[in-house]
């Protein structure tokens, strides 16, 4: 309890009604200079926050190992008692970001005693001291604040995924595109920007390097009353369900071997995971971890469901690597959203692969038991995606409990996997939407007349960096990307200039219209989750091997699945199809934090004209104060050895 108190007292939520979202704009300078003086901005929380969480808690679950950092249950639970309207409102929220061990906040590393989310002891990368962090709830239309204290050994910036930033490209959190970083050791940011014209499901989590697998993600969820999913309507409970994998080891360890020439763990291709965890938790093998090694695996976690309702999952793909696959024995799922979208597909789906990035709304029907029961959740590493002959399952226990979250000392355990599951070692690397259709609730046609038409070709290969130093990573147009840290690409933009083709492949749309992407995928055993930020965009066609253009390729704009992130398979193209009405200088790459950490990200520049115009805030403009343009990053943590 006192930890509960703690992390309240932190992550307090101002809310305060205003007739117009509006943002401050009274402290803007020109982006043309880079000059401004560094941010004085106080990131602790004014004397009239309240000290109400986030989100009440219905189904508490039950604690998990004290060994553990701060998990609070509310971030998986969406009370029923949030407000639902079109007037806005400014939802402030602090973070303050902390390496984590032993429950305790700290800011070294090497400490003898560390979280263990899957039992193996490592220093984690925390929100306000919880992972997966807080959750952020807003209404479209409100302007969310968040303000940011980095307290971390190493430079960081925050994304926030599936967020269009519409006009606010600057607050999209991708160091050396978006910002510079924010400094470690106490540096201060405040994020701000307005949601307008999206609701459903995303999420964030670092942008910085790879430390997102470090722990730094949670969810987002934007509710509107234009929404066609409804609660009381459509489905009784809403919860998050966070999935993803593990590694033993810190991101920039992995990162520096895979550079290597010896690689990680002798290799120099993307490793195979330690662990999935389901919400937080994983059970990794202690009696195969190392000797002496700090380990104990925790109980799997329960999650209770009220039974005889509709429970929407809406699971969110937190990793840095592993597809998953879920299923939840006895229930079969019916997936009503896609990333933000809304969506009508099968009811009658027994395993949902989810890749790094994606969301997926599962409906389950809880009449398959009595209250007390049990149902294993399974989250499987879809194997032939990491081109790894490793069988990797958590499992995590879904039991049923009465309208008042009580359930008796025993209930019946249900073990009987569904007989259809396809075999991890083998099943296609697809994305969800080969095997089930989804079509749009919200009906929308893809424009069907195009301005530009842009090709990406995405490859591994043999590279060579800024240093010299030849490594193994993936190129985008044969360019594998090079992070000019300090000197955003968004401030090139602004300043005239066209993305150096040296670090980074980048194409432009000129004018607002319709845009074509045509993403050909090279490798051939390799599927990539692709992430487009600043516009989701219609899946128009995709297929086998690689195109150069759309001349005999069959074009569906008729109402086709629109998302953020997908899922590219080996050996094949998709045509991305766009709206090109959200200026920005917008990244385009691999959602596995391994291969973008070796290159795989490209640029989408749209409307270069309107960003000239852009007005970044002053606190903006002190990020890049004094810090050296030339500079190649991300930078290396100071780390303080035992
Ligand atoms: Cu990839």
């Known amino acids: 309890m006192r930890h509960f108190l703690f992390v309240t007292s932190v992550l307090a939520v101002v809310v305060s009604a205003r007739s117009v979202p509006t943002r401050n704009t009274t402290a803007t300078a020109h982006s043309s200079s880079l000059s401004a003086s560094p941010s004085t901005s106080s990131a602790g929380p004014p004397q009239s926050a309240t000290s109400s969480p986030a989100v009440q808690t219905v189904y508490p ?106 006009g606010s ?97 002798g290799a120099p291709a993307a490793p195979e995971p330690d662990a999935i965890l389901i ?83 599962l409906l389950v029907t809880t009449d398959k038991g009595e209250v007390g029961d049990t149902f294993p959740l399974r989250v499987t590493a879809a194997s032939a995606c990491l081109v790894s002959a490793f069988r990797q399952t958590m499992v995590a226990h879904v039991r049923y409990v009465d309208d008042n979250g009580n359930y008796p000392e025993y209930g019946t355990p249900h073990d009987q996997p569904w007989h259809d599951l396809d075999d991890p070692l083998t099943a296609a690397c697809d994305d969800l939407t080969a095997k089930y259709p989804l079509a749009p609730r919200v009906a929308e046609n893809a424009p069907t007349e195009v301005l530009d038409t842009h090709v990406f070709n995405s490859q591994f290969g043999q590279f060579v960096g800024v240093d010299g130093v030849a490594f193994q990573g993936f190129g985008f147009n044969s360019i594998a990307y090079q992070n000019q840290i300090n000197y955003p690409l968004l401030a090139q933009v602004e300043n005239g200039l066209s993305p150096n083709p040296s670090l980074i492949a980048s194409v432009t749309y000129q004018n607002s219209g319709g845009g074509d992407i045509i993403f050909n995928n090279l490798d051939p055993n390799l599927p990539h989750p692709i992430h487009l930020h600043g516009r989701s965009f219609y899946i128009v066609a995709r297929g086998q091997g690689n195109i150069t253009d759309l001349h005999g390729v069959e074009i569906d704009t008729n109402n086709p699945l629109r998302r953020d992130t997908t899922q590219i398979s080996a050996a094949s193209y998709m045509v991305l199809r766009l709206v090109t009405d ?32 852009f007005e970044q805030p002053a606190e903006w403009l002190g990020l890049c104060a004094g810090t050296d343009p030339q500079a190649f990053g991300p930078d290396k943590r100071n780390i303080i050895s035992a």
């Open 169 to 265: 490209q600057w607050m999209d959190g991708i160091g050396g595109i978006s910002q510079c970083p924010i400094p470690a050791n106490g540096g201060t940011f405040t994020y701000d920007f307005t949601i307008s014209n999206q609701y459903g499901s995303y999420w964030y989590h670092s942008h910085y390097a790879a430390t997102l697998a470090d722990g730094l993600v949670g969810g987002i969820v934007v509710h509107s009353p234009s929404d066609p999913l409804k609660r009381g309507v459509d489905f009784d409970e809403d919860r998050i369900l966070y999935v993803q994998d593990l590694l033993h080891d810190q991101s920039d360890v992995i990162v520096a071997a895979l550079k290597s020439p010896q690689g990680y763990r």
């Open 279 to 361: 919400n937080g938790v994983g059970a990794t093998n202690c009696t195969a971890a190392p000797a002496g090694s700090n380990c104990t695996t925790p109980a799997p976690p329960e999650i209770l469901v009220p039974a005889g309702k509709r429970i929407r999952f809406r699971v969110l793909n937190t990793g840095a690597h592993a597809m998953l696959r879920l299923s939840l024995d006895k229930h079969p799922f019916e997936i009503i959203e896609a990333d933000d979208t809304p969506v009508y597909g099968s009811s009658d789906v027994h395993e949902a692969p989810v890749g790094p990035g994606q969301r997926y709304s």
């Open 582 to 613: 959200t200026p920005g200088v917008w990244p385009i790459h691999c959602h596995i934090a391994w291969h973008l950490s070796v290159g795989k990200l490209g640029a989408v520049v749209i409307q270069p004209d309107a960003v000239y115009d």
């Open 61 to 166: 679950q039950p604690p998990l190992p004290n060994r553990w950092a701060f998990n609070d249950p509310s971030i998986y639970t969406l009370s029923g008692d949030f407000e639902i309207t079109d007037i806005p409102r400014t939802r402030e929220y602090y973070f303050s970001l902390d390496a984590v061990a032993n429950g305790k906040i700290v800011a070294i590393r090497y400490l003898p005693d560390l979280v263990a989310p899957d039992g193996y002891a490592r220093q984690m990368f925390t929100v306000n001291g919880q992972f997966p962090g807080p959750l952020i709830q807003a209404n479209e239309g409100d302007r969310v604040v968040i303000h940011m204290v980095n307290n971390l050994e190493i430079d960081q910036t925050i994304h926030w995924h599936g967020i269009t930033q519409n």
